[in-house]
């Protein structure tokens, strides 16, 4: 079943050429069925990238997905044009009156920083609190995972001796957890960040589950126990060339990165890195769709307002 989104928007073409079914907005209207409402608060630089990542795994699932894009009202992108901002994208104060299925919010280049000190924290502060009563299941990635876990449970976030960059395997811990149906035991996903979260404090949390750990990357799936909140400290999103390029790109700026690990073919940044993680990308996106979103939400998305009220 399709994605539906505005009908020029950029990564339609990426995704029709993949053979990915993407529907205009004129042609769901035709549709007497209830898309899924997802909502996805893009904090990237590379905000059409990403745009193209994530509606590429939303889009492989048998379910109708009506996807908004979200920006930050108080902070300027730099990256993205003006133009493709106003056209495709929303603001809180656009949304805010709605219900939502599901919400994504992305990662950010912005680890450096304690979390208040970040410019638009306080507007995402209330962009999480208002998903506890307007948005059924959120689904947070790499920062945007530490972000929530510090806003919901009080998780702190360290700073990593070197940056984690690479394709790290990671151990299912539930198998039976609705989540990781499907995953086989050991599973690899990239990561790129400069801060992680310690296991030991998440298992501080009573109403959290970790869900899948690496040696070297530490927790990688957490969970809640209403299933109504998801992180990802990794990107399964990413695109095989997306560790590549922001590695070119921290040797432009002089930082000297290490080169990711278990990515490029005998460490050889020549070489293209194979695609080892797509399957469980997919995997992970269309069990949170179905099983925490889909199968959960009610009909008459009101009905979240009146049982989660502010």
């Not at 410019?119 to 609190?129: R, S, V």
Request: aromatic share 12%; glycine share 4%; proline share 6%.
């Amino acid at each position: 079943m399709p994605i539906k989104v505005q009908s020029n928007l950029p990564a339609i073409k990426v995704l029709e050429n993949e053979n990915i079914f993407v529907m205009p907005n004129e042609v769901a209207l035709r549709q007497d069925i209830r898309p899924l409402k997802i909502l996805i608060l893009n904090l990237m630089p590379t905000k059409i990238a990403t745009e193209t990542q994530l509606l590429r795994l939303l889009g492989n699932s048998p379910l109708q997905v009506d996807i908004e894009l979200l920006q930050m009202a108080s902070h300027t992108s730099k990256n993205t044009s003006p133009h493709h901002l106003t056209t495709f994208y929303k603001t809180f104060d656009d949304v805010k009156g709605e219900t939502f299925d599901g919400l994504i919010i992305t990662g950010a280049p912005v680890e450096h920083l304690p979390f208040e000190e970040v410019d638009y924290w306080d507007e995402l502060c209330e962009i999480m609190e208002w998903s506890k009563h307007n948005v059924y299941s959120t689904f947070h990635i790499c920062w945007g995972a530490q972000a929530g876990l510090y806003f919901h449970y009080g998780v702190e976030k360290y700073q990593l001796d070197e940056k984690l960059s690479g394709i790290y395997t990671h151990r299912v811990l539930n198998p039976t957890h609705r989540l990781m149906f499907g995953f086989d035991d050991y599973f690899r996903i990239p990561h790129s960040r400069y801060t992680s979260v310690r296991l030991d404090d998440l298992k501080k949390c009573a109403g959290l589950e970790v869900l899948a750990v690496s040696e070297e990357a530490g927790p990688a799936i957490i969970c809640n126990k209403t299933g109504r909140q998801v992180f990802i400290t990794g990107h399964a999103e990413y695109d095989r060339e997306t560790l590549a390029n922001e590695y070119y790109r921290d040797i432009s700026r002089g930082l000297n990165p290490k080169i990711p690990c278990n990515y490029f073919p005998g460490d050889d940044a020549s070489q293209t890195p194979p695609m080892v993680w797509r399957s469980y990308a997919t995997l992970l996106y269309t069990n949170w769709l179905n099983y925490f979103v889909y199968q959960a939400t009610p009909y008459d998305l009101k009905e979240l307002l009146q049982k989660y009220p502010h």
